[in-house]
């Protein structure tokens, strides 16, 4: 069994696309996407209708919930108005269709591959949403909120790359698949044959990073300079 993960999208179609095809090219079996498909990027209609469209398996992120269940405390502490009139933008270009499909997304999906069980989500709950802080990623605040009791935990939202499999639970990231700031897009793939030691590798995602910016002007998204200097600073 071969799954191919990615996270983090936020709405960069020509990312997605990429990431898709060589996944694809790699002979994954299951495509699996760690959540954030929305916000950020100029894409958010477009993006949900390819995950939708091509079956790629995903969970909720914070930006979905942020849309089903409304602003986290939190979020709205710290929000100000162009980050206000962003999400605002974002769930502006959603149709009925798009945002029943968000709705219905779960927190948690668990895979068995090979001999090991594998928990998919894109960050952990706090109050039965995802929480949109961040934690040490050190083994013990790992352990500590996502428990134990998996072969696999594999989780998004940090945009970094992580593969630790000291022991049981092997805990890991395939970073953003979307967005720059961080090491670059990247993807992951699990190799888990029946019977032999599961395999992670971390792969690079190149795609047409023009098109996604020109897009952000064009379509006037909100904050759109300060998402090229935060996001894409480096291209």
């Known amino acids: 069994m071969r799954i191919g993960l990615l996270s983090d ?4 179609l020509p990312a997605l696309e990429a990431a898709f095809e060589k996944l694809i090219s790699e002979g994954c079996d299951i495509i699996v996407h760690l959540g954030d498909a929305i916000a ?5 209609a477009e993006t949900v209708q390819f995950l939708r469209d091509h079956d790629i398996r995903s969970t909720a992120g914070n930006h979905e919930d942020d849309l089903v269940l409304g602003f986290s405390t939190t979020l709205e502490q710290r929000m100000g108005q162009g980050e206000r009139e962003h999400y605002l933008w974002t769930h502006e270009q959603l149709s009925a269709a798009e945002v ?3 709705a219905q997304l779960p927190h948690r999906l668990d895979l068995s591959t090979g001999d090991s069980r594998v928990r998919c989500e894109h960050y952990y709950l706090s109050d ?9 990623l050190g083994r013990p605040s790992l352990e500590r909120v996502f428990g134990t009791e998996y072969e696999i935990m594999a989780f998004g939202h940090t945009h ?4 630790d499999r000291e022991k049981h639970p092997c805990f890991i990231n395939p970073g953003s698949a979307g967005l720059h700031h961080i090491g670059g897009p990247s993807i992951m793939i699990i190799d888990a044959p029946v019977g032999h030691e599961v395999d992670f590798r971390i792969l690079p995602v190149e ?6 910016l020109s897009e952000l002007k064009r379509r006037a998204v909100p904050d759109h300079g ?5 996001f894409f600073g480096d291209i």
Not at 160 to 163: F, M
Not at 207 to 212: D, G
Not at 226 to 230: H, L, Q
Request: hydrophobic share 40%; no cysteine; charged share 25%.
């Open 160 to 163: 970094r790359t992580l593969i």
């Open 128 to 136: 039965d949403r995802v929480a949109d802080s961040h934690i040490d």
């Open 207 to 212: 795609y047409n990073h023009r098109l996604m």
């Open 226 to 230: 300060f998402i090229r200097e935060t």
């Open 100 to 102: 029943e499909f968000i």
């Open 40 to 44: 950020i990027g100029p894409f958010p």
């Open 9 to 12: 999208i936020h709405a960069n």
